[in-house]
């Protein structure tokens, strides 16, 4: 009796093991399913065409440029980019004024900026909505329209365009102009009023520019306002046109993901100069292998990635309605851990996109993008995103990492969440 019942413990004894082997496995197995996870980062910027727009006007009492009186107005552009005008010819049915496309050049081939007396590029165009009469104070608005609207082109008056309106361009540092506009039409043949105007930039990716004609295009019908302008001298549906294709455009460079332990986020820290580890490189550059090296390196980091678009490498933006760039990587975290990420702003001399303060625990799941701020790594003179590219070198500064306000003090950007979104899955 006693052997049986040492036999029956010895058999409780083995299952109640293989029960107890087979619970560490599956809580193990459970454990690690949880720790995994997958981090996607994604670019969800609409992209515009241009990089500024806007409208000038006398500055008296009345928004039209009589014989003598002028107009100025002030923009950023760096290097390959130009600046579009147009304004109305006011005596005249729908003729407009307007350099060629895509418009006056701000930078000679060496780098310098452009400045001084720029009125050889000045051209008169018809819009061909109107039958032309003859110029003069005693013209017909808005005149008989066309039968067959034509394209529009350029036409020739007695006194060149370049002797009715002066164009003079003033570099003010770093990569902002103030171009001034004087009519100078009194006393000639072609004596008239000028109407107020409206401008454009256009964005630049290497050398090309998102679009070559940002307000006309010659050959072609007029189009978006422009009729409205080229008739009658009104600027409001032009300006409303050219405001709906007037925004941000910019990529995002590889990403920076960080697995850590501790209270202080290993990437940066607001308030405090660059370290000297990498994040310099990453803001100006878009480079985070340096910063990633180093924090391979570092204690308390576990895990270091550089996230990469598989087609593109940076994170382009949408265009056209297609997808922007996307990149994704398989992390280990768990509760305890924290998860930070930075990407530069590309359209910027030094700004990035990073999560904020310490970043977010490893047990985190679902979209993330609420804790993304943007930020001024104060290693370089900030520009006006979209208009430094390839223009002359920055000033070098040595600030503390800050937050960046929006409005910034050139534009306001759409939110980060409207800009980048971040999922853990």
Known sequence: ?????????????????????????????????????????????????????GTFQNAGSSPVLNPGESASFSFYAGKGQAISFVAMYGNSNDLFFAPANPGIKLYQDNGNPVTGDVSSQMKLWDNGTRVNEATGPTVTHPGVAETIVKNIAEIALAVPASQLLKAELTHEGGTKFTLKLTNTSGGTANETPISAGVWAISHISGTTLSKEDPIFSPGKLSANGLTDLAETGKTTAMTQYLT???????????????????????????GENDRGQGLKELSQQGNADVLAAFLKTKSGVKEVFVLKDPATTILQPRINGNNGGKASQTISARKGDRIALATMYGQSNDWFVAATNNGVDGSTRGDISSIMGIFDSGTLESSFPGAHIGSQPAQVENQPVQQLANPNPFNTLPSVQQMIKVTIQ
């Open 244 to 270: 709906g294709i007037t925004g941000p455009n910019s990529p995002f460079s590889p990403v920076l993901v960080v697995v850590y332990s501790g209270n202080d986020n290993p990437i940066f820290k607001t």
């Open 1 to 53: 009796m006693q052997f049986v019942k040492f036999r029956l413990s010895l058999s409780m004894l083995s299952l109640m093991s293989v029960l107890a082997v087979s619970s560490c496995s599956e809580d193990d197995a459970e454990l690690a399913v949880n720790d995994s996870a997958v981090i996607t980062v994604e670019n969800i910027i609409e992209s515009k065409s241009l990089v500024e727009s």
